[in-house]
């Protein structure tokens, strides 16, 4: 065999081969390769648009949070000022009752001490009447001497 025609047929059965290879696989190859790299590019797309709903997504939350804060305060300030109303209310009602209760207890004083003062009165004109009685030695008439004993009463 001759070397020079060995290699023109390896020549031709690369060539053929090349020919082959760059007709019917390479286009194959090439296309897989561009969808495989148009994947990785679609891939890599959405995780950025992914990235930036997730930072939108927690703006919003912080924005939720403070809007939630906020109100969360105001409703305290509102339940605390209005426990400040019900305890100034409470605390009204409670020295208004005291008041009516000190009253009603000064009004029963009162009328304690006159039906005392009367009490009183009758048995001071009865001793007087027991002590005229007694210096006169005689019995007093109560029955005849009623509007003497009342005078007296009244006097005392």
Known sequence: MN?????????????????????FVWPPLTKA????AKKIADGLAAADLGKADLAAAEKRIQVE????????????????????LIIEEAKKTASEEAARIIA????????????ARDALRGEVANLAVKGAEQILKREVNAAAHADLLNQLETEL
């Open 65 to 84: 949070l403070a809007t939630a804060r906020d109100e969360g305060q105001k409703r305290i300030g509102e339940a605390e000022k209005r426990g400040q």
């Open 33 to 36: 390769l561009d969808e495989r």
């Open 104 to 115: 009603s207890a000064k009004l029963d004083a009162e009328q304690q001490v006159t039906k």
């Open 3 to 23: 070397l020079n025609a060995t290699l023109f047929a390896q020549f031709v059965v690369f060539f053929i081969l090349a020919g082959f290879t760059m007709k």
